[in-house]
């Protein structure tokens, strides 16, 4: 088994010597795994958030997002499929604030032009999309790595049911070999989600390649912002943008959202 590992790990790394130089240095502990600098996280992130984006609080779509979030794991449990902390491969799920954030960001923006990076077993990507079915309108792309382990790639996607599936497109590679073409294509994306390879070079070629193609007004979503400085960095040249940082529910980390202002650098 170890020895049918390490030779996927091999051919992967000669396929894509990046993202496979940055998978190794996060499985064997080289890459930074905490902020340098940590950012002073938002106690009442989610009442100044609806604030900002001009919605009402308490939001509806926020208390409807906690009984998704339970439908979620009841149909995982049911499927086999045990959902948490380290329980993909030993990445993780979604953090139920962050599902709680991408839902109202996903009404309130009323986004239609959605990108993940990311996708695991697909519990952030059934909170946009059932947004997007429930408005009748707008489209998921979600790029995704799957992990080295085959024996979980069934798992991909488990909590998207078939009738969310048509607004929904599964782009199979890195976000280096996959996200320039979609950005291409797309023009312009109303909300970004990154919960793909959280390190320090990863995040930072995200959040700059995204930016110029977020439309003012847009939202980028951001899990893990305390594996490395990548997040602050960005932020102090982002022009304009308002940022969040939260706590993960269970406390074990960050995740950060940034809101495009008026006022921007598209030389970003």
């Given at each position: 088994?170890?020895?049918?590992?390490?030779?996927?790990?091999?051919?992967?790394?000669?396929?894509?010597?990046?993202?496979?130089?940055?998978?190794?240095?996060?499985?064997?502990?080289?890459?930074?795994?905490?902020?340098?600098?940590?950012?002073?996280?938002?106690?009442?992130?989610?009442?100044?958030?609806?604030?900002?984006?001009?919605?009402?609080?308490?939001?509806?779509?926020?208390?409807?997002?906690?009984?998704?979030?339970?439908?979620?794991?009841?149909?995982?449990?049911?499927?086999?499929?045990?959902?948490?902390?380290?329980?993909?491969?030993?990445?993780?799920?979604?953090?139920?604030?962050?599902?709680?954030?991408?839902?109202?960001?996903?009404?309130?923006?009323?986004?239609?032009?959605?990108?993940?990076?990311g996708v695991a077993r697909g519990l952030?990507?059934?909170?946009?999309?059932?947004?997007?079915?429930?408005?009748?309108?707008?489209?998921?792309?979600?790029?995704?790595?799957?992990?080295?382990?085959?024996?979980?790639?069934?798992?991909?996607?488990?909590?998207?049911?078939?009738?969310?599936?048509?607004?929904?497109?599964?782009?199979?590679?890195?976000?280096?070999?996959?996200l320039p073409s979609l950005i291409e294509?797309?023009?312009?994306?109303?909300?970004?989600?990154?919960?793909?390879?959280?390190?320090?070079?990863?995040?930072?070629?995200?959040?700059?390649?995204?930016?110029?193609?977020?439309?003012?007004g847009g939202a980028v979503v951001a899990?893990?912002?305390?594996?490395?400085?990548?997040?602050?960095?960005?932020?102090?040249?982002?022009?304009?943008?308002?940022?969040?940082?939260?706590?993960?529910?269970?406390?074990?980390?960050?995740?950060?959202?940034?809101?495009?202002?008026?006022?921007?650098?598209?030389?970003?």
């Amino acid at each position: 088994m170890k020895l049918a590992w390490l030779l996927r790990a091999t051919a992967f790394l000669v396929r894509e010597p990046r993202v496979g130089a940055d998978r190794a240095a996060v499985r064997l502990g080289l890459e930074d795994q905490t902020w340098s600098r940590p950012l002073a996280p938002d106690v009442e992130w989610e009442q100044e958030l609806h604030t900002a984006l001009d919605a009402a609080w308490p939001c509806q779509v926020a208390i409807r997002a906690q009984g998704t979030w339970d439908q979620i794991q009841l149909e995982l449990r049911r499927s086999g499929i045990r959902s948490g902390r380290g329980a993909y491969g030993g990445w993780d799920d979604a953090d139920t604030g962050l599902a709680r954030a991408v839902c109202c960001l996903t009404a309130h923006l009323q986004a239609e032009t959605v990108v993940e990076t990311g996708v695991a077993r697909g519990l952030t990507a059934r909170f946009v999309l059932e947004q997007l079915d429930q408005a009748g309108e707008g489209h998921l792309s979600s790029i995704d790595l799957p992990p080295l382990d085959r024996s979980i790639h069934n798992e991909v996607g488990a909590a998207v049911p078939e009738r969310l599936r048509d607004r929904w497109s599964y782009l199979k590679g890195s976000s280096r070999g996959r996200l320039p073409s979609l950005i291409e294509e797309l023009r312009s994306v109303d909300l970004f989600i990154h919960d793909s390879l959280h390190t320090r070079r990863n995040l930072a070629f995200e959040l700059n390649s995204i930016w110029p193609v977020l439309r003012v007004g847009g939202a980028v979503v951001a899990d893990d912002i305390h594996r490395n400085d990548a997040f602050g960095d960005f932020l102090r040249s982002a022009v304009g943008a308002r940022a969040f940082v939260i706590r993960h529910s269970d406390g074990a980390g960050h995740f950060g959202i940034l809101l495009k202002g008026e006022t921007h650098d598209d030389r970003l």
